[in-house]
């Protein structure tokens, strides 16, 4: 049994360790705003935090979680920074299809939460791991640089 620490509750699994997060969190938990995209870790539809980090559960084993606080679209609103980006992302109405837009939204968070005003360069890089099929990609600059620019207001 492998006890893991998911949107700040602990959940217990009987799952094979090395089984993929996502199949957890999806399968086993029915946290389905985190979605299947390639299964590779390409296109970053599964993106998830892992102790505040962007990862890929598609390809990050259960083993691998053990010990670390996950958090998925579900909790990101609890996070001050995850609830302006998701604020920003419906204020510019972000979202074609919406497919990719919870990863992009945990991508986002995890890019202004370690740089609060990040440049063009520094969105380019947090970002390119996420793909958009929609091709969204100016709404979800707008909506980072959005965010970014409240904090600038903030004390």
């Given at each position: 049994?492998?006890?893991?620490?998911?949107?700040?509750?602990?959940?217990?699994?009987?799952?094979?360790?090395?089984?993929?997060?996502?199949?957890?969190?999806?399968?086993?938990?029915?946290?389905?705003?985190?979605?299947?995209?390639?299964?590779?870790?390409?296109?970053?539809?599964?993106?998830?935090?892992?102790?505040?980090?962007?990862?890929?559960?598609?390809?990050?084993?259960i083993s691998a979680a053990e010990g670390?606080?996950?958090?998925?679209?579900?909790?990101?609103?609890?996070?001050?920074?995850?609830?302006?980006?998701?604020?920003?992302?419906?204020?510019?109405?972000?979202?074609?299809?919406?497919?990719?837009?919870?990863?992009?939204?945990?991508?986002?968070?995890?890019?202004?939460?370690?740089?609060?005003?990040?440049?063009?360069?520094?969105?380019?890089?947090?970002?390119?791991?996420?793909?958009?099929?929609?091709?969204?990609?100016?709404?979800?600059?707008?909506?980072?640089?959005?965010?970014?620019?409240?904090?600038?207001?903030?004390?």
């Amino acid at each position: 049994m492998t006890i893991l620490n998911i949107n700040g509750k602990s959940r217990k699994t009987h799952l094979p360790p090395d089984t993929p997060l996502l199949w957890l969190l999806r399968d086993e938990l029915g946290l389905t705003g985190t979605k299947f995209g390639c299964g590779i870790a390409m296109c970053g539809a599964c993106t998830v935090h892992m102790d505040g980090q962007p990862i890929r559960a598609c390809v990050t084993p259960i083993s691998a979680a053990e010990g670390k606080a996950i958090v998925t679209i579900e909790a990101i609103a609890q996070d001050a920074v995850g609830k302006k980006v998701q604020d920003a992302w419906l204020d510019l109405c972000v979202p074609q299809c919406g497919y990719c837009q919870s990863g992009q939204i945990m991508a986002a968070t995890a890019l202004l939460k370690q740089k609060p005003q990040p440049d063009d360069a520094d969105i380019d890089k947090a970002m390119s791991g996420n793909i958009c099929r929609c091709g969204t990609y100016p709404r979800i600059r707008a909506a980072i640089k959005q965010v970014a620019a409240k904090a600038e207001v903030q004390p």
